[in-house]
Nanobody, 127 residues
């Protein structure tokens, strides 16, 4: 089964950092745009960041610009989300997702454009 697997979540204090990893070794990783989404308790899943197949273009939600950085290593079939200056509102379950369609423009944030998802990794930020 094609899937991605997230890791790296945990509990940190506000202002701290975490690096999330996404293992895409089960599929043709380099052909997919990769995205990170999050879902806070009682709220809908929202887009956080995305990166094109070759890593040349990145997209970010306004709420994380300047704090989060998405990257990928196609040789290792891995995607990463470096999260700095974490805030309590960043507390959520974070999901990695793969998208074989274009992720240019506004399409990067549309959840239905993504083909498969990881199980999620929990991030908790305390004040």
């Amino acid at each position: 089964q094609e899937q991605v697997k997230e890791s790296g979540g945990g509990s940190v204090q506000a202002g701290g950092s975490l690096r999330l990893s996404c293992d895409g070794s089960s599929f043709s990783f380099g052909r997919y745009c990769m995205g990170w989404f999050r879902q806070r308790s009682g709220k809908e899943r929202e887009a956080v960041a995305a990166i094109t197949t070759g890593g040349g273009t990145t997209y970010y939600a306004d709420s994380v610009k300047g704090r989060f950085t998405i990257s990928r290593d196609n040789a290792k079939k891995m995607s990463y989300l470096q999260m700095n200056d974490l805030e309590p509102d960043d507390t959520a379950t974070y999901y990695c997702a793969a998208n074989w369609k274009t992720c240019d423009g506004d399409l990067w944030s549309v959840t239905t454009r993504y083909d498969f998802w990881g199980q999620g990794t929990q991030v908790t930020v305390s004040s």
